[in-house]
């Protein structure tokens, strides 16, 4: 549901109430494929839900649906059925570890990268039925730029950017950053270093993305921490496991969890932004706004 479904007046609840309140979500991006993107929202995801924070994963990534392979899970439905009108949201979800919640996409069916801008607000809306407590959503999407890829990030609250310090890498982030905000208005991100040696790495890392987005005045991104090079991420990825699971005391595991506690302690949207986002819902009825549907 968009605003521009609704208008003032009255009505007994909204689709999916259960009084539950707002939810962050948390749109994880590259700007090419290979950056460890899928890698970091899996653990991301189970590291808050370990720490008891009730939290859904979104496998939006069509090409390889990597999330289904690095927890080695049996997926049934997918996205596209919901999309299709087979089944609906609630039908597909997969509880994972720790009562992570996993929605999961299709390997290798592309349409889901290729959706218009009517059905990416169709995926949107159907978190209205998800009728769960809930405080985290990550969305793992795709590594390019397409409509439905830039619908979800702008119907997420945060955005946090996997950039890797290799040039090829680095101008791909950077052109998508530029994209996002020159063609989508998205203009806050959140820069994650990956695959850097230490923290100076990472540091300098960011300072050259600062550098690079200095044109951009409108343009604000903050630093989310590093993940650490790291072998035994890549062994966990190998042996189709999360490295906090496989290598609990790695660098990478702790790097890990320490930045799933820095992501718990962001505040959650509190008003609606006046477009399509998700558990917009949840907003409305948490700033008392008396709703009549129309049908």
């Not at 890797?164 to 950053?177: D, F, G, K, Q, R």
């Amino acid at each position: 549901m968009q605003l521009s479904d609704v208008k003032l007046g009255k009505t007994n609840s909204l689709p999916g109430d259960a009084g539950y309140g707002p939810v962050q979500t948390l749109a994880v991006i590259s700007g090419k494929g290979g950056a460890g993107k899928t890698n970091i929202a899996v653990n991301l995801a189970l590291a808050l839900a370990r720490e008891g924070r009730h939290t859904a994963l979104l496998d939006a990534d069509p090409g390889t649906a990597d999330v289904k392979t690095l927890l080695d899970l049996d997926t049934g439905f997918t996205l596209m059925d919901v999309l299709e009108g087979k089944h609906q949201l609630r039908d597909i979800i997969i509880k994972g570890p720790d009562n992570l919640l996993i929605v999961p996409a299709a390997s290798g069916i592309r349409q889901l990268s290729g959706l218009g801008t009517a059905e990416s607000a169709s995926l949107v809306r159907a978190f209205s039925e998800f009728n769960h407590p809930l405080d985290m959503l990550i969305i793992d999407t795709a590594s390019e730029t397409s409509t439905s890829i830039t619908s979800l990030c702008g119907a997420a609250s945060e955005i946090l950017v996997i950039a890797a310090n290799e040039p090829p890498s680095l101008n791909h982030t950077i052109a998508l950053i530029r994209r996002l905000y020159s063609e989508y208005a998205i203009a806050r991100f959140h820069i994650l270093a990956n695959r850097v040696h230490n923290a100076r790495e990472g540091n300098e890392l960011f300072a050259k993305i600062l550098d690079l987005l200095a044109d951009e005045h409108n343009v604000a991104v903050s630093y989310a921490g590093f993940i650490p090079q790291d072998e035994a991420l890549s062994l966990a990825a190998a042996h189709h496991r999360a490295v906090i699971d496989a290598c609990p005391r790695s660098r990478s595991a702790m790097a890990l969890r320490n930045l799933a506690t820095r992501i718990a302690c962001w505040p959650r949207p509190q008003h609606p932004r006046g477009h399509l986002e998700f558990f917009v819902e949840r907003l409305l009825r948490q700033n008392n706004v008396e709703m009549e549907v129309l049908l």
